[in-house]
């Protein structure tokens, strides 16, 4: 198809009320299912005219659900358009609401599933659109051809599936899955990165004119972390009727966008230092959640401080403090927004107490404690949306302990432990799916080079390549283009300020430009625009530093 004009809507319209709409359909419409992204907002439903595909009144307003479902009963005698209007601030572009609009035919007269599809009335070439089917699940569709191109591209041309009345292609099948994930969030952010990389350069732009998602700048970065983890999450339900190589191409593609976006050139500077100089942090972030530290250990003694810093404003944001003193915990960012803490260590020794920050009550809940108290561990976010405890140093010493805590059911499992006790150790979840871990401390003694992959799909661990420096207290984070960089820490040669760079190839060589500052027990965060930062610390003297610096 042409990419959508001022006149789509109308020709939409007039269409499909041509093609589908039968005036001898029976009295009885049934009450239909609709999706809006934001929950509680307002539907507005109009009659329109056949002739022109013009709205001739304003028939009724229906408010979403707390989920954003809504529930309506079409009229059998004509076609229907729904309206909703993005509330301003939310999704405004150009100063102004968003509108989307979706026409409604007499399902008993349609050949296909009854749907309704939400189409962007805004001429921003992004005329993707959902639909859900009666089941009320969620898919997509698509009338921007570089779009298609470009998953086409990925996915290839697969046998295609029919589905309540309608084919789907390969691609189509993944997308629908990727829709569902986190109420559409991937969906949204996905069509960003598809409509960036349809030229084949993750730069941000599009056929000239810079990409928004909500009225705001969405670099290719952050959709190729959506994308990840929705294929992350995708591909590791349990039941799922994606085949299982759909789901090789679907893992395949979270290292091919990647590829297709920009590394970090190597110009370092300095950001405005964190307010609360610490070493020993828990520093957390994802495409959801804000560079966030909590914890860690001041000049004057443990700390509870909880700070965020917004890139946008350039400025550092107090969040409630954490509820207990500690240093050396460990956790994970959520992809919902929320934030896990477990362990840890203070005046009182080793923690076994374990939180989970929520962002619109802005308080932490405490959840199930881990199975042993213990510090410096290393957490990972593994793609069934557990996570991975591993490592660290507990009251009898140096462990391999690894445990698995299930968020949804509040419980820890035991897993098998790790191939060696590690100290101050870091991890990563790689593109593929697997975790890396490595660096650290080893329970026999010494500052290791030695890593390690776990499989969450088998459970088990296998060899990593060494990397080419033993560290202690490093810090750790997955590029925009796939690669793991591993960062500052220390050794027998001190406290360090150079990186590592592990490449999809499991290749690893040293990074050419090196961090501002000498630290150890510092913290890193990817943020938004692709650039790598580090906060706090300690420095070659033994002093915590508030000091932050941005790799780009």
Same mark, same amino acid.
């Given at each position: 198809m042409r990419p959508p004009r001022l006149t789509f809507i109308s020709l939409l319209a007039s269409l499909l009320f041509l093609s589908c709409h039968n005036p001898e359909a029976s009295a009885k419409s049934p009450t239909l299912a609709g999706w809006v992204p934001l929950p509680g907002s307002f539907v507005q439903i109009y009659r329109i005219d056949p002739k022109n595909g013009e709205n001739t009144g304003l028939l009724e307003i229906h408010r979403s659900d707390r989920d954003g479902f809504i529930r309506f009963t079409p009229s059998r005698r004509y076609p229907t358009r729904l309206l909703w209007f993005a509330p301003f601030g939310h999704c405004a572009v150009n100063g102004s609401p968003a509108s989307y609009s979706a026409v409604v035919l007499d399902p008993a007269a349609s050949a296909g599933p009854v749907r309704i599809? +939400?189409?962007?009335? #805004?001429?921003?070439? =992004?005329?993707? +659109? #959902? +639909?859900? %089917?009666?089941? %009320?699940?969620?898919? &997509?569709?698509?009338?921007?051809?570089?779009?298609?191109?470009?998953?086409?591209?990925? +996915?290839?041309?697969?046998?295609?599936?029919? =589905?309540?009345?309608?084919? #789907?292609?390969?691609?189509?099948?993944?997308?629908?899955?990727?829709? =569902? &994930?986190?109420?559409?969030?991937? &969906?949204?952010?996905?069509?960003? #990165?598809?409509?960036?990389?349809?030229?084949?350069?993750?730069?941000? =732009?599009s056929d000239g004119r810079p990409l928004t998602l909500c009225g705001h700048p969405s670099p290719a970065v952050l959709g190729t972390s959506y994308w990840r983890e929705a294929v992350w999450e995708v591909t590791a339900r349990r039941h799922t009727d994606l085949t299982p190589s759909q789901k090789k191409r679907l893992e395949k593609t979270s290292i091919r966008v990647g590829r297709l976006a920009h590394g970090l050139a190597g110009r370092w500077e300095k950001v405005v230092s964190m307010p609360t100089g610490r070493d020993s942090v828990l520093v957390v972030s994802s495409p959801s959640v804000l560079p966030t530290v909590i914890g860690g250990e001041t000049n004057q003694g443990i700390s509870s401080a909880v700070e965020r810093y917004d890139p946008a404003t350039r400025s550092w944001v107090r969040l409630p403090s954490y509820p207990l003193g500690v240093a050396y915990a460990s956790g994970v960012a959520l992809p919902d927004g929320k934030i896990f803490v477990t362990g840890g260590f203070n005046s009182q020794g080793f923690t076994d107490h374990s939180y989970v920050f929520h962002p619109h009550s802005g308080k932490w809940e405490p959840v199930a404690n881990a199975p042993v108290e213990r510090a410096a561990s290393t957490s990972i976010l593994l793609p069934d949306g557990e996570i991975l405890v591993t490592g660290g140093e507990d009251n009898h010493g140096v462990t391999a302990r690894t445990d698995r805590y299930d968020i949804a059911r509040n419980l820890w499992r035991r897993e098998k432990d790790a191939p060696v006790g590690r100290l101050g150790g870091v991890g990563v979840l790689l593109p593929d799916g697997t975790v890396w871990t490595g660096e650290g401390s080893l329970k026999t003694g010494g500052i290791t080079d030695r890593g390690f992959f776990y499989n969450p799909r088998s459970r088990t661990w296998s060899d990593a390549p060494p990397s080419p420096t033993p560290r202690l207290y490093a810090t750790a984070a997955l590029l925009p283009d796939g690669s793991l960089m591993v960062l500052d820490g220390f050794n027998r040669s001190g406290v360090l300020d150079s990186a590592d760079v592990l490449g999809p190839d499991h290749r690893w060589k040293t990074f050419s430009s090196r961090d501002l500052v000498k630290r150890k027990e510092t913290g890193a965060a990817l943020l938004p625009d692709g650039s790598l930062m580090l906060v706090g610390g300690e420095d070659p003297s033994g002093n915590s530093i508030g000091i932050a610096t941005r790799l780009h």
């Open positions: 599809n +939400f189409a962007s009335t #805004l001429q921003d070439d =992004r005329a993707l +659109f #959902l +639909f859900r %089917h009666k089941n %009320h699940r969620q898919s &997509w569709s698509s009338l921007y051809p570089s779009a298609v191109r470009w998953t086409n591209s990925i +996915f290839g041309r697969t046998a295609k599936i029919r =589905r309540a009345g309608r084919v #789907l292609s390969g691609n189509e099948r993944v997308m629908d899955r990727l829709a =569902r &994930w986190n109420g559409g969030k991937a &969906w949204d952010t996905g069509s960003v #990165l598809a409509q960036d990389l349809s030229d084949g350069i993750a730069d941000g =732009r």
